[in-house]
Structure formats: structure tokens, C-alpha cells
């Protein structure tokens, strides 16, 4: 079972860049994909970013590719989301979350996830 528990979420300017951290434990971290996902106020999950388990293969959704970037560090067993250029409607509760039954990026639609952190909230003031 893995655990997720994320981190660096806050209040940011419009236009300013913040990153989040996701400490993962309970497997072998660079054994399965990661990604996040964002949930905005009155408005469902929607997925952000995934990346593979070499860290070798990444996939946006098509909004997000150009500003967001998600990488890992295998070492730290770590996750982060460095988050550029946002606006007011990034503003979300941004969740970490493992599709551990993969270790590569499944990109055609959502990827599956089985298991998700407590979620970090990210507001972008105008």
C-alpha cells in the first residue's frame, strides 16, 4: 500500500510560480507512475500531469502543458509540480496520486490512479 502526502501549496499572485512536493512510502517508488490532479471549487477532479516511473516519460492535459512541469526525484521518493504563469482559475485543491500498477504513463484520456494523497490548496489571488 502506498502512502502520499503532499506539500507547498499556499496563496500566489497572479503570474507567480509555485511548486508542490508528494512524499510517497510504502513500495518501491520507482516502481509505478505518479501524477496529480486538481479539484477548483463547485467543479470536479480533473487530471493535471502523470509521469512515468523512470521519470523518462511525462503526459499534460492540454491545458496545463507549457506552464506546469512534473518530474521525480527516485531518490527522495518524491513527486514534485512546478507551477508557472498561474492564473486565478488554477486556484484548486491539487492532489498527488499513484497508479501503482503501471510503471509507465497511461496517456489516453485519464490515466487510472489507485491510490491519492490528502491534497494541497493552491490559491491564486488577481
Known amino acids: 500500500q502506498v502512502q502520499l502526502v503532499e506539500s507547498g501549496g499556499g496563496l500566489v499572485q497572479a503570474g507567480g510560480s509555485l511548486r508542490l512536493s508528494c512524499a510517497a512510502s510504502?513500495?518501491?517508488?520507482?516502481?509505478?507512475?505518479m501524477g496529480w490532479f486538481r479539484q477548483a471549487p463547485g467543479k470536479e477532479r480533473a487530471f493535471v500531469a502523470a509521469?512515468?516511473?523512470?521519470?523518462?516519460?511525462?503526459y499534460y492535459a492540454g491545458s496545463m502543458k507549457g506552464r506546469f512541469t512534473i518530474s521525480r526525484d527516485n531518490a527522495k521518493n518524491t513527486v514534485y509540480l512546478q507551477m508557472n504563469s498561474l492564473k486565478p482559475e488554477d486556484t484548486a485543491v491539487y492532489y498527488c496520486?499513484?497508479?501503482?500498477?503501471?510503471?509507465?504513463?497511461?496517456?489516453?484520456?485519464?490515466?487510472?490512479?489507485?491510490?491519492w494523497g490528502q491534497g494541497t490548496l493552491v490559491t491564486v489571488s488577481s
Open positions: 509521469i512515468s516511473g523512470s521519470g523518462g516519460s511525462t
Open positions: 496520486a499513484a497508479d501503482t500498477k503501471r510503471s509507465y504513463v497511461w496517456n489516453i484520456g485519464v490515466p487510472p490512479v489507485d491510490a
Open positions: 510504502g513500495r518501491t517508488f520507482s516502481s509505478y507512475a
